[in-house]
């Protein structure tokens, strides 16, 4: 039998909730889905503080406007065969324009008021560096410019929205259907569009992209060997206010059984951001740069695009590993956000297994990976901890007003039992249990349990999530400062 003792728990700095996020999708998350569930209402339950807008890799593709820019119009910048108004042909006509009811840029703002979020905006970067066939369309670099620039002039000087952070460009140093960056090159682009961003808002806040680690080399550098961040940080460090990185630590996993095997050792991608700085950087800039994971899931990219690794399903077991990601990004005490990638994929209205990027159904109710993130948003938004657990054990305490509760998650497909030490059994006799048929299991439910009448011992299930109240939170953390 284990044991989990709460007292061997390491606490991370109040304000945990506030560092957890969501990517929209502006195709998918527009107003002609309108189920009974709004998608405020989802988002509300979700409890999340950051909302990415309009998403991630087609961001790269999004024109906010056209000229001359007094209200959105947006459109997407690259067409033609294999570009990615194919790639959302169901969404975009053949001249670029949106062919559903998007997202609009107003309605995300309102949402985000409505709801006390922080917006971040991606604004197109790396789409006018890469060939597009004769019938095709792409953006010049000077477009580029003037979009980012426009879109804060009326963000924030024409509406007064005062948005605060913008990301340039998505994974540039990914070589996908929009195109790619050198590290020279994006350093410079970085230079430049912030220089024309902050001549409309000067208070904005900048955000750079790029691989993870600092040898990390970009697709485009491969035969030079350029460093990604210690070229971009060297350049623009002094034009940059966060730097965001995206964390899918599941690589080559094949299945969930790969799980209990690394025990608590996922990749500590904070740290690897924390090393890029303190290289790279001055130590000012070093202390003034914030690190943001922008994008993350328990994704296994192996064999991508064919899904050769552990299938994208959005299943009990990708959710157990999903909390663990988000609990120890929650409680690093130098992370600005973590945001999960993200509401919906575009087959969210689709028949069949709902896929790993779903974490909203068509009908606004939640697949697993928004219920774990539910759960954290609900119980941890004050403060969250990690204990020290045996394994195949994970453990959080989560804190949110006065009253704290234990998330513990079997990382086995085997069941596991453990008693609680640190309270009195009696605090924590009924409790309630996530889990389902097994780790691929797309429709887990929830169930109140009780603990043993003889010893207070629990038994958790292979690939579970337990959820147990703890009581007070003062009697269980440090103070607060």
């Known amino acids: 039998m284990h044991l989990v003792d709460i007292r061997r728990t390491g606490f991370g700095p109040i304000g945990a909730g506030r560092r957890l996020g969501i990517n929209l999708n502006h195709l998918t998350d527009g107003a002609d889905r309108s189920?009974?569930?709004?998608?405020?209402?989802?988002?509300?339950?979700?409890?999340?503080?950051?909302?990415?807008?309009?998403?991630?890799?087609k961001a790269d593709a999004y024109m906010w406007s056209r000229p001359p820019f007094d209200t959105p119009k947006p459109y997407c910048c690259r067409t033609g065969p294999g570009q990615a108004g194919e790639v959302f042909g169901r969404f975009i006509d053949e001249d670029g324009a949106y062919s559903c009811d998007t997202l609009a840029f107003d309605e995300f703002v309102r949402l985000c008021r409505m709801l006390d979020a922080e917006p971040i905006i991606v604004v197109a970067c790396d789409s006018y560096n890469k060939d597009v066939p004769d019938t095709g369309?792409?953006?010049?670099?000077?477009?580029?410019?003037?979009?980012?620039?426009?879109?804060?002039?009326?963000?924030?000087?024409?509406?007064?929205?005062?948005?605060?952070?913008?990301?340039?460009?998505?994974?540039?140093?990914?070589?996908?259907?929009?195109?790619?960056?050198?590290?020279?090159?994006?350093?410079?682009d970085v230079?430049?569009?912030?220089?024309a961003m902050r001549s409309e808002d000067p208070s904005i806040r900048i955000g750079a992209n790029g691989p993870n680690g600092t040898d990390a080399v970009g697709a485009l550098d491969k035969s030079t060997g350029t460093r990604w961040?210690?070229?971009?940080?060297?350049?623009?460090?002094?034009?940059?206010?966060?730097?965001?990185?995206?964390?899918?630590?599941?690589?080559?996993?094949?299945?969930?059984?790969?799980?209990?095997?690394?025990?608590?050792?996922?990749?500590?991608?904070?740290?690897?951001?924390?090393?890029?700085?303190?290289?790279?950087?001055?130590?000012?800039?070093?202390?003034?740069?914030?690190?943001?994971?922008?994008e993350t899931n328990s994704a296994d990219w192996y064999g991508h695009p064919q899904n050769s690794g552990w299938r994208h399903e959005n299943s009990i077991g990708h959710a157990i590993v999903l909390l663990d990601i988000l609990g120890g990004h929650m409680i690093?005490?130098?992370?600005?956000?973590?945001?999960?990638?993200?509401?919906?994929?575009?087959?969210?209205?689709?028949?069949?297994?709902?896929?790993?990027?779903?974490?909203?159904?068509?009908?606004n109710s939640f697949n697993p990976t928004g219920v774990v993130v539910s759960v954290l948003g609900r119980y941890a938004a004050d403060q969250i901890g990690r204990v020290d657990t045996p394994s195949p054990l994970t453990a959080f305490i989560g804190v949110s007003g006065r009253r704290a509760t234990l998330l513990v998650a079997n990382r086995s497909v085997e069941p596991q039992t453990f008693r609680v030490h640190g309270v009195p059994p009696a605090t924590y006799a009924r409790y309630e249990e996530f889990s389902g048929q097994s780790p691929d299991d797309t429709a887990p439910s929830w169930t109140t349990r009780r603990t043993s009448e003889l010893d207070g011992s629990i038994v958790a299930p292979g690939a579970s999530l337990l959820v147990l109240p703890l009581g007070e939170a003062a009697a269980l953390t440090p103070p607060k400062t």
Request: charged content about 25%; glycine content about 6%.
């Open 332 to 363: 690093d005490p130098d992370l600005l956000c973590t945001i999960l990638w993200n509401t919906r994929w575009i087959h969210n209205d689709s028949p069949g297994t709902p896929e790993l990027w779903d974490a909203l159904r068509s009908d």
């Open 137 to 188: 369309t792409k953006p010049t670099r000077e477009e580029l410019i003037d979009n980012a620039r426009t879109w804060v002039r009326y963000a924030n000087v024409t509406r007064g929205y005062g948005i605060r952070y913008w990301e340039i460009g998505n994974e540039c140093y990914l070589d996908s259907y929009n195109g790619a960056l050198t590290a020279t090159q994006y350093a410079l």
């Open 35 to 57: 189920p009974a569930r709004s998608l405020a209402d989802a988002v509300r339950e979700l409890r999340v503080a950051w909302l990415r807008f309009p998403g991630g890799e």
């Open 229 to 294: 961040w210690e070229c971009v940080l060297h350049r623009a460090a002094g034009s940059i206010d966060f730097i965001s990185i995206h964390d899918y630590p599941c690589m080559e996993w094949m299945s969930f059984d790969a799980y209990a095997a690394v025990g608590r050792g996922l990749p500590e991608i904070v740290d690897q951001a924390r090393a890029c700085l303190r290289e790279y950087c001055t130590r000012e800039d070093a202390q003034r740069i914030k690190i943001a994971i922008t």
């Open 191 to 195: 230079l430049e569009f912030s220089r």
